[in-house]
């Protein structure tokens, strides 16, 4: 009798173990893993990334102006009020892995009033300014006039097509024949260093891989286009 109750418990043991090794699958899609820590990053944001080393890229992000203003104007006057028409302006230079992006890493996030006041012509919203500093800036690993140099730099080394002036621009087009106008303009470039971003059918941003010297590079596996709409639709310039 005594081994009975024991072989009972026994087999009761192990059907509960069955059942939750069950439950464990289903809930994982039918994949069974028991290690369910995220993998490490290869560089930790918050160490090799400040010193400019955990990083293998920009991105240097170009927005147009016209579909952010139409979005987002109400909460953005100095970029968006009256009398501001702005084209493409610099949303950002970004430090990028191959895949993912180090942000807000330690450090002063703050920026001085002169370094504000020089970025305005690529950047017009003194509050884009600091938020980029802050969240991308301090993970280059440059201090803050350096950093902000590497900016202009950079947006100075693309070209913007002459189809995307004031007055000149293709309300309705398709994201082949955006890319083929920056390809056009920029020599250097190829197709896979450049990503475009819409919002819904509307032109939102165009993305532009860099590597440390500036220079075209392809982009890493997770900065890719969006654009799917056909056409895509390029707001005027107000």
């Not at 949303?91 to 942000?103: I, K, M, N, T």
């Not at 807000?104 to 703050?110: E, H, I, L, Q, T």
Request: charged share 25%.
């Amino acid at each position: 009798m005594r081994r009975g109750r024991r072989a009972g418990g026994w087999k009761s043991t192990v059907a509960a173990v069955l059942v939750a090794v069950a439950l464990a699958w289903l809930q994982r899609g039918g994949h069974l893993a028991f290690d369910t820590a995220p993998s490490p990053r290869p560089e930790s944001a918050g160490t090799a990334a400040e010193d400019g080393k955990g990083f293998e890229y920009y991105v240097l992000s170009l927005s147009w102006s016209p579909q952010h203003c139409a979005t987002d104007g109400r909460n953005d006057p100095q970029q968006c009020g009256s009398g501001r028409s702005y084209e493409f302006i610099v949303h950002g230079l970004w430090p990028q892995y191959e895949r993912g992006s180090p942000a807000n890493c330690a450090g002063d996030s703050r920026v001085s009033e002169p370094t504000v006041a020089a970025m305005r012509a690529v950047m017009p919203s003194d509050r884009l300014i600091r938020h980029q500093w802050a969240k991308h800036g301090v993970c280059s690993g440059l201090d803050e006039s350096a950093y902000f140099g590497q900016v202009r730099e950079a947006r100075a080394a693309i070209a913007i097509p002459d189809t995307f002036r004031s007055g000149s621009v293709k309300v309705r087009t398709s994201a082949a024949a955006i890319r083929g106008e920056f390809l056009e303009a920029n020599g250097d470039l190829r197709g896979d260093m450049i990503a475009l971003r819409c919002d819904g059918q509307y032109l939102a941003e165009v993305r532009v891989c860099l590597d440390r010297s500036l220079k075209g590079r392809p982009c890493g596996s997770d900065v890719r286009s969006n654009c799917r709409a056909d056409p895509v639709i390029v707001r005027p310039v107000r």
